[in-house]
């Protein structure tokens, strides 16, 4: 995992778009975000019980997996968004960025490859891609059945409970 501020260039999102300036996890952690090195899939099944979840699934995102949609999913994982439930990300293959908004409505961008894995808070705004090698595979947890409903960025999502509860938890402007 490498964390930093993303440098708003224009191009390609799949590209690093590094600024150069380093974020931390400590400062990662402040978000809600948290990260863990996990070599070991018992390690995640110990961290699932922990936090009560019961189901998993294995994503797999590349263009030889899901075909002429590949660009448009990407697309779709990289609007801004929102979950009303806690999103953990497990890295088993490949390599990808999830960005997440600062406390100022920055991007920081986090580069994710095999044995990374990512806790992201409900409420919290962030986007998904992969990296220019368009290949990544995942497992999604899932506290209930299997689910995965963004919520776009937008007036009507800013006053969502769940948005206003990070934004009070984490004591972020809105």
Not at 18 to 25: C, E, L, M, N, Q
Not at 148 to 155: A, D, I, K, M
Request: zero cysteines; proline letters at 5%.
């Amino acid at each position: 995992m490498r964390a930093y501020w993303f440098d708003n260039e224009e191009g390609d999102q799949r590209l690093p778009h590094d600024s150069g300036r380093a974020v931390s996890p400590a400062y990662l952690s402040s978000l809600g975000v948290l990260y863990h090195h996990i070599p070991s899939e018992s390690d995640v099944d110990k961290l699932a019980t922990e936090r009560s979840y019961k189901n998993r699934d294995i994503i797999t995102v590349s263009p030889e997996k899901m075909g002429a949609i590949y660009e448009e999913k990407v697309k779709s994982f990289f609007n801004e968004h929102l979950h009303e439930d806690e999103e953990i990300r497990y890295i088993r293959d490949g390599t990808g960025f999830f960005d997440v908004r600062s406390e100022g409505d920055e991007w920081v961008r986090i580069f994710l490859e095999k044995d990374d894995l990512i806790i992201l808070p409900a409420g919290i705004y962030h986007r998904f891609t992969t990296d220019d090698k368009n290949y990544i595979v995942a497992m999604r947890l899932f506290k209930e059945e299997p689910k995965w409903t963004p919520l776009n960025r937008g007036p009507d999502v800013d006053v969502n409970p769940f948005r206003k509860e990070y934004l009070q938890t984490r004591q972020v402007k809105a």
